[in-house]
Each structure stands twice: as C-alpha cells, then as structure tokens.
C-alpha cells in the first residue's frame, strides 16, 4: 500500500496516508482532485468495487468528510478516500457516472446532511423523509430531543427510569435498590 500511496502522491495532491493493516489503509484528497484520484484508483490501480460512501459532521471544525471506501480485489486491499467539505457550502462532484449506485448514497447524504451532488440522478427527490423540510436529521446540530417532543405526544403510563437500579431490581428482587 505505501508504494500505492507513493504513486498516488506524484499524481495528486494526496496527504495523511495512514495504513491501519496490510490490508487497509486510508488517504486524504482535496475536493478539487477527489474524482480525478478516485477516477485514476478504479482505472488504473485495480479499485473496481464501491464497498460504501458516507459523510461525518465535524460540527467543531465546520467540516463535512465525506469517505468513499473502494477494494481492489485482485490485491485484497481496501482504500478509504477522506475528503473535506465545508459546512458553509456543500456541494461535491457526483461519482455515479464511476458506479451507478453511487447516486443511491448521494441521494442519502444529500437527504441527511444537505450534501448536494449536482447532475446526480434523483438527488432533489425524497429519498427515506418524504416531504422533510426541516433541517437535515443527520447535522450535529440537529436537536432529537426537541423533534421528538414537538412531534410526538406524550403517552399516559409512560414513566422514565434509571435502566441501572431497573435491572438491579428485576434480577435481584429481594435485595431492594442499592
């Protein structure tokens, strides 16, 4: 894999190559060359397989890292690609024209996070939250809790309870809270 990353880095500006096994490692790309390298990786490095693509909020850093993992399976090896998009504005080149079910992904990050893939086919139509107009569940600063209450009724017979002294008294009846 470092001899994948030597020839990577003389092609692009690929930084942060961390090898976690033999068999896995993964590499950073800025957004500009991330279709180019992930174009180059499935064309010529023998990444033919998509395993996923997903996105991390790093609220703190007002980044989006979107990951794509690609496996060679004549090496074995796994790649993950990181690539950093601003919160401000998220926008990514659409990979579906690399593998079809990428557009499936996209659609979901796009969803979830409001990570737009322009061109990507179905990307502005509802994918899991039909007509969800509110902002994406997935962003850290979504608030659940206040979702839930808002949307939700409160069920008569619903009480809270500390799950630790719950099981404490279910397996341990006789004994009493402690």
Request: glycine content about 6%; hydrophobic content about 40%; overall charge negative.
């Amino acid at each position: 894999m470092k001899q994948l990353f030597e020839r990577l880095e003389a092609l692009f500006a690929v930084t942060d190559f961390k090898q976690r096994r033999t068999d896995l490692a993964f590499l950073h790309i800025p957004k500009d060359y991330a279709e180019m390298l992930i174009r180059h990786l499935r064309d010529h490095e023998g990444f033919s397989h998509l395993v996923f693509f997903t996105a991390v909020d790093y609220i703190e850093d007002g980044i989006f890292r979107l990951i794509y993992m690609l496996h060679n399976y004549a090496t074995k090896d796994t790649l993950g690609v990181y690539v950093d998009l601003s919160r401000a504005e998220p926008v990514m080149t659409s990979i579906h024209p690399l593998w079809e079910q990428a557009a499936l992904y996209q659609r979901e990050l796009k969803e979830m996070f409001g990570i737009d893939f322009p061109g990507s086919p179905g990307v502005d139509e509802d994918f899991l939250l039909e007509g969800w107009d509110e902002i994406p569940p997935m962003r850290r600063e979504f608030d659940t809790r206040a979702y839930a209450e808002k949307t939700f009724f409160p069920r008569v017979g619903r009480e809270k309870t500390d799950p630790r002294a719950h099981m404490q008294a279910q397996l341990y009846p006789d004994e009493g809270e402690k």
